[in-house]
T-cell receptor, first 116, second 113 residues
């Protein structure tokens, strides 16, 4: 089965500094990887995905992620953090499900705090 | 655009009472639908998913069940709630079955007392 791991429960960064939220994956075959953000008491919002192609994927709100096959990582990055980026971030991977479809497995989440 | 409605948004129920959470989607046909539970504001646990009417796959044996009576309706139920059923329940859909991401509803927060 496919899985993802988010090794950090929380990441603190100063406003204006670059941020990185880490994700590693364990998959058989080519991975389909995703990043989501969740604000308090809200549903998850899609940020970006890696299916194939360029290892650097650009997404919403200035976020990007770098796919690294040799390190089995898919870290989320942003060049300059904003206080409004403070939220809970999830990495996810697509896995094979029953009935000929797919299911999506999420990491445990990383809480990002951007300090003014 | 894809829209997902979840109802009710908040629910407080006593232990042993029944549960019904509803999810309806708009703007798409024949979507894959998913129920996730999030406990204590952290990780998401996949509960059920469905590829079509009457087709339900269960991920974790538990006190809950799911049904899909219509193409765009996905219902999460329980006959008797437990304290451990408390959590934030999220419905999601995937319109593009090949490569697409999930779109989530705004969630239903269940507190069992």
């Amino acid at each position: 089965a496919q899985s993802v791991a988010q090794p950090e429960d929380q990441v603190n960064v100063a406003e204006g500094n670059p941020l990185t939220v880490k994700c590693t994956y364990s998959v058989s075959g080519n991975p389909y990887l995703f990043w989501y953000v969740q604000y308090p008491n809200r549903g998850l919002q899609f940020l970006l995905k890696y299916i194939t192609g360029d290892n650097l994927v650009k997404g919403s709100y200035g976020f990007e992620a770098e796919f690294n096959k040799s390190q089995t990582s898919f870290h989320l990055k942003k060049p300059s953090a904003l206080v409004s980026d403070s939220a809970l971030y999830f990495c996810a991977v697509r896995d094979f499900g029953r009935s000929g479809t797919y299911k999506y497995i999420f990491g445990t989440g990383t809480r990002l705090k951007v300090l003014a | 655009s894809q829209t997902i409605h979840q109802w009710p948004a908040t629910l407080v129920q006593p232990v042993g009472s029944p549960l019904s959470l509803e999810c309806t989607v708009e703007g798409t046909s024949n979507p894959n639908l998913y129920w996730y539970r999030q406990a204590a504001g952290r990780g998401l646990q996949l509960l059920f998913y469905s590829v079509g009417i009457g087709q339900i796959s269960s991920e974790v044996p538990q006190n809950l069940s799911a049904s899909r009576p219509q193409d765009r309706q996905f219902i999460l139920s329980s006959k008797k709630l437990l304290l451990s059923d408390s959590g934030f329940y999220l419905c999601a859909q995937n319109r593009d079955r090949r490569t697409g991401e999930l779109f989530f509803g705004e969630g239903s927060r269940l507190t069992v007392l």
